[in-house]
């Protein structure tokens, strides 16, 4: 065995304190880390060592050469993309998931399967979705939009007598996608898919709304004369946090033959709360769904669930046959649901997390969050220095500087951004919306507190001289 192995080995211990001095100290200085870093112009580059440095040196070299630079994402005041932080109870979780290093393919070798089919469970009863729901634990939203997606080919193949699991989907007319605002990552999952980016057509959304308007939805879906297709309803739009009325779609299944698929990747947690669970009413009607872990349940990055009630096409599309593999098929056996093979135990985090705070413990951070972004979302409206595009929601905001609108240009708002990125007081992201160049705020954060908002709003007023 390597010397540095041997040695390191007997030092197991003292290594893993050594990360615990670190992780504290990281954590300690989180709310007041700049939310976006600043880097450096150049990084020397780093040569592969004969002996290598042994862990304990390589903690300490990793520190000098990169700490500096990490941003605050896990922090109370970035609000870029959709970007949850981590719970105490999930970083404990998740430290375990590499301590045990099970692999989960689904083999009885192990509790892992169990682990992740609880977690399910609990996260089942957290969104309030039937027993028949079943899924996995994949990536990321992308992936689980990715399996959803799947699953309705597979489903339009059954629907045409054809298993394109095994005939692929050659030489057929290609699949229809009908969808209001889909999500990027919906276009993505599409190319992987071979079923093309251009399958997609956008259906007109409501006035001013970003939920798609269902009555024109219907006539589109007359329009396919009873040829199978896909809806991605959107529950939780990032832009300007918008939900389609997904009872209204799930009604028109009974006139017209399609999946439905609903990328709900962090607008499901608003079934968490009393006060917004009407948004996302008609859930429970999906094929299949997408709700990301690594968002608002605050567990580290890469975890998302995928829920389906026809698991059995799932098998037929994921099912990996090996002669050293079992081969039964069963709502654990993973190695034949999901798109990887061998899996990491990715459930943990969640599990910890939801077993920690409980339906209350979300339901709070849930409301919290929403209420700062009402508080925000007020303050920017108030105010003549900027312009609110959109009524808030849930918990994002989405806003544009209060002048002439053919005068706003996205070059305008991101020299604004990166100077909110220096000062290091908040981080938000760009977009454009409706045309308008403008700014995304999103508040995921288990952390985030009033005094987080003040700060933030302080910084977004005193950043518009750059951009003037
Ligand atoms: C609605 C929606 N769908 C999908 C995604 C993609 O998520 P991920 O980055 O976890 O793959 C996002 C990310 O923000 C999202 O907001």
Known sequence: MHKNLIEDSKQIARLLDNVVVEANRFLAGLDTLPAGAVLPKKHDPVYLSAEGLGANQTLEYFKK?????????????????????????????????????????????????????????????????????????????????????????????TQMGVNFAEKGIWGIEPIRIFSGTPHSSVYKALSMLGMGR????????????????????????????????????????????????????????????FWMHVDAAFGGFASCSPQYRTFVQGLEFADSITIDAH??????????MQFTCHQALQAEVFQNAAEYL???????NYVHLTPENSRRLRAIPSWFTLMAYGRQGYAEIVERNCRLAQWLGTQINDSDMFELLSPVRLNGICFTFATEK???????????????????????????????????VSITNWRTTQEDVEIAWRAIQQGINVQR
């Not at 079992?326 to 654990?332: L, P």
């Open 65 to 157: 050469r990169y700490v500096a630079w990490m941003s605050g994402s896990a922090g109370p005041r970035y609000y870029g993309l959709v970007t949850g932080g981590v719970t105490p109870a999930a970083l404990a979780g998740d430290w375990l998931v590499s301590v045990y290093d099970q692999n989960n393919v689904g083999a009885d070798e192990s509790i892992a399967p169990q682990i992740e089919l609880e977690t399910l469970g609990l996260l089942r009863e957290l969104f309030g979705l039937p027993e028949q729901y079943e899924g996995s634990f994949v990536t990321g939203a992308t992936m689980s939009n990715f399996v959803g997606l799947a699953l309705g080919r597979q489903w339009i193949g």
């Open 198 to 257: 251009k399958a997609i057509t956008i259906v007109p959304c409501l006035p001013e709304r970003e939920a798609v308007d269902v009555s024109i939805l219907e006539e589109y879906l007359k329009k396919q004369n009873n040829i199978p297709c896909i809806v991605v309803a959107n529950a939780g739009t990032v832009n300007t946090v918008d939900f389609d009325d997904l009872n209204a779609i799930a009604e028109l299944r009974t006139r017209y033959k």
């Open 295 to 304: 968002k608002w349940l605050n567990v580290p990055y890469d975890a998302a």
């Open 326 to 332: 079992d081969q039964e098929i069963s709502s654990t």
């Open 406 to 440: 053919e005068k706003i240009t996205i070059e305008g708002v991101r020299k604004y951004l990166k100077k909110l990125q220096e000062d290091g007081d908040v981080f938000l992201t760009p977009t454009i919306y409706k045309s308008v160049p403008a700014i995304r």
